[in-house]
C-alpha cells in the first residue's frame, strides 16, 4: 500500500507509533504530486524545501519522546487565498502574483501548532469567484474523474489534492459554496463551519460576511480532525466567537435513530439533473433504512437566495477589492501618465474579467439611486432566509439537500453564460447567507461515473451533530471507497 493512499488518521497514528518516518511519507506525497499534477494542476506552489525542514524537527521531537501534535507529519494542502508567511498567496489572479506574505493565517498557524506540514499552496478560482476554476490567472486545475471536466470552484485545488491523494487533508474557503461543490465534484468531504466559529485571520477577503474557512477531507473523520485543529476564538478577527473547545470525532457514531431530517421537496425538483435527483432520493431512503424521521418541508424563500447571494456578494467585493490600487496593494501598472491612469491601469491588467464583472456589479448596487432597490432589499431577504431556517430547526435537526444540481461539467461549457455558471450555487449559497454549517460528502455517481455529493445542514454551531448524521451516513454508503483512475 502505497502511503500516500491513507486516511489522514491512519497515516497520524503511524507517525505517532514510529511505524513510519515523517520523510517517508513526505516522499511519498510529493512523489504522488510529481507524477500527476502536471496532468491535474492542482497545486500553484509548492514549499518542498521548508517541509522537508520541517519533517526533519518534527521526527527529532518525536524521537525524543514529545508530543508532536495530533496532525504531528501530516502533511496538508492550503488554498492559495490563505496566508502563509514567506510563502506566495496569490488568490490566483495577476494582482497578487508576486505578494509574499509577512504573516501566517490563524488556520495557518493553528495546523503548524498540531504538527501539520504545509505541501503548498492549491489552485482556486481568481479571488475565490467562480464556481469551476476556470477564472484562475494562473493555471487549469483538471477533475481526477475525468480531465476534460472541471473540478468545481473556486477550491478546485483544494478538492482535488485531497481527492487524488496528493494531500492528506486540505483547507479551502467558502463564500457560496467554494468548499462544498469541488467536494461534491470531486467525491471528497468538505465542511463549511458555522460563521464565525473559524477565524478568517489571513483570509484575503471576497465578501466578509459570507466567507469561512474550512476543511477538505478524504472521509468525514478525518474532516472532523481537522476542524478540531481550526476552529476557535481568535481575537485578531472580530467576527469569530467564543465557542467552547469541543473534540467534533467524539459523536460521530453516535446513534441517529430518531433523528428529524428536513427534506425539502420543492426546492429540489426544478432545474437538477436526473442522476443527482435519483441519488438524492435514494440518499433519503437510505436515511430513514437508518432510523430517521423524515419530515417534508418547505424552504420558501431558497429560491431567492442566489439573487440575494449575487448582490450581497458583489457589493461586499466591491468594496474589498477596493483595497488592490496598484500603490499600496497589488500589480503595478508600468505605463501612466497620472495618479488616476496609476489606478486604472494596475486594475485593468490586474483583474481578470469575472473579478472585473463582479467589481462593476457590486458597485452598480450600491449606488445611490439603486442601493435600495437593489443592496438594501437584499438584505432584507436575507433576514427572511435566516428566519425561515430558524423555523425550521425548530423541528428538525439536520436539512439533506443536493450540493449541486449536476455533476462536473466541460471545461469552457458555462464560460461564456455567467448566469448559468451561478446557477450551478443554488443549492450552496442559502447555507452561506444565514451563515449555517453545512457539509458536502460523496452521495453516488451519474451515467458518466462523474461523483454527485448529497448536503447535510444543520443548525448555528451544532457541527458535532452534522458530523454526526453524516459519518452514520458515510459508513453505510460505499461511496467514498471508489477512487479516481489516475
Ligand atoms: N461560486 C460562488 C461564486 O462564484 C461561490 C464562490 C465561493 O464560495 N468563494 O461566488
Redesign the pocket.
Known amino acids: 500500500m502505497e502511503l500516500y493512499k491513507l486516511s489522514l488518521s491512519e497515516i497520524a497514528s503511524m507517525i505517532k507509533n514510529k511505524e513510519v518516518r515523517i520523510k517517508e511519507v513526505l516522499d511519498s506525497v510529493y512523489g504522488r504530486i510529481e507524477s500527476i499534477d502536471d496532468t491535474l494542476g492542482a497545486y500553484i506552489t509548492l514549499c518542498k524545501a521548508d517541509a522537508y525542514k520541517r519533517a526533519e524537527i518534527l521526527q527529532e521531537r518525536l524521537e525524543a519522546g514529545e508530543n508532536i501534535g495530533e496532525l504531528g507529519g501530516v502533511p496538508i494542502a492550503i488554498k492559495d487565498n490563505i496566508c502563509t508567511k514567506d510563502v506566495k498567496t496569490t488568490c490566483a489572479s495577476r494582482m497578487l502574483e508576486e505578494f509574499i506574505p509577512i504573516y501566517n493565517a490563524t488556520v495557518v498557524q493553528k495546523l503548524e501548532e498540531a504538527g501539520a506540514i504545509i505541501l503548498g499552496k492549491t489552485n482556486m478560482?481568481e479571488f475565490?469567484?467562480?464556481?469551476s476554476t476556470e477564472t484562475s490567472y494562473i493555471k487549469k486545475t483538471k477533475n481526477p474523474w475525468n480531465i476534460e471536466n472541471v473540478p468545481g470552484?473556486?477550491?478546485g485545488g483544494s478538492a482535488v489534492a485531497v481527492a487524488a491523494d496528493m494531500a492528506y487533508a486540505s483547507l479551502g474557503?467558502?463564500?457560496?459554496?467554494?468548499?462544498r461543490?469541488p467536494a461534491s465534484y470531486c467525491s471528497v468531504v468538505g465542511l463549511k463551519p458555522t460563521y464565525g466559529l473559524v477565524s478568517r485571520y489571513g483570509l484575503i477577503a471576497?465578501a466578509s460576511s459570507?466567507?469561512q474557512i474550512g476543511p477538505f477531507g478524504k472521509n468525514v473523520k478525518d474532516t472532523a480532525l481537522m476542524l478540531n485543529v481550526i476552529a476557535g476564538h481568535d481575537v485578531k478577527d472580530t467576527t469569530s466567537l467564543e465557542t467552547e473547545t469541543k473534540d467534533y470525532t467524539k459523536a460521530l457514531s453516535k446513534e441517529i435513530r430518531g433523528i428529524k431530517i428536513g427534506v425539502p421537496d420543492e426546492f429540489v425538483s426544478e432545474g437538477i439533473n436526473g442522476d443527482v435527483k435519483a441519488a438524492y432520493d435514494e440518499a433519503v431512503k437510505k436515511l430513514e433504512s437508518l432510523g430517521t424521521k423524515i419530515e417534508h418541508i418547505n424552504l420558501e424563500y431558497a429560491k431567492y437566495s442566489l439573487a440575494t447571494?449575487?448582490i450581497i456578494?458583489t457589493a461586499e467585493a466591491s468594496s474589498n477589492l477596493g483595497r488592490y490600487d496598484g500603490i499600496r496593494y497589488g500589480h503595478r501598472a508600468e505605463n501612466f501618465n497620472d495618479l488616476e491612469e496609476l489606478y486604472r491601469n494596475s486594475r485593468t491588467e490586474g483583474f481578470g474579467e469575472e473579478v472585473k464583472r463582479?467589481i462593476m456589479l457590486g458597485t452598480y448596487v450600491l449606488s445611490s439611486g439603486y442601493y435600495d432597490a437593489y443592496y438594501k432589499r437584499a438584505q432584507c431577504v436575507r433576514t427572511l432566509i435566516i428566519n425561515e431556517f430558524k423555523k425550521v430547526f425548530e423541528s428538525c435537526d439536520v436539512i439533506l439537500i443536493p450540493t449541486a444540481p449536476h455533476t462536473a461539467f466541460k471545461f469552457g461549457e458555462k464560460q461564456e453564460n455567467p448566469l448559468e455558471?451561478?446557477l450551478?450555487?443554488i443549492y450552496?449559497?442559502p447555507v452561506?447567507i444565514a451563515g449555517l454549517p453545512a457539509i458536502s460528502l460523496p452521495g453516488g455517481f451519474d451515467a458518466n461515473n462523474l461523483p454527485i455529493g448529497v448536503q447535510f445542514i444543520s443548525n448555528y454551531f451544532e457541527e458535532e451533530k452534522l458530523l454526526n448524521v453524516a459519518y452514520v451516513f458515510e459508513q453505510n454508503t460505499e461511496f467514498k471507497d471508489q477512487k479516481p483512475n489516475i
Open positions: 478560482d475565490a469567484m467562480g464556481s470552484g473556486s477550491s474557503s467558502d463564500t457560496g459554496g467554494s468548499i461543490q471576497f459570507l466567507d447571494y449575487y456578494a463582479r455558471m451561478y450551478e450555487d450552496t449559497v452561506n
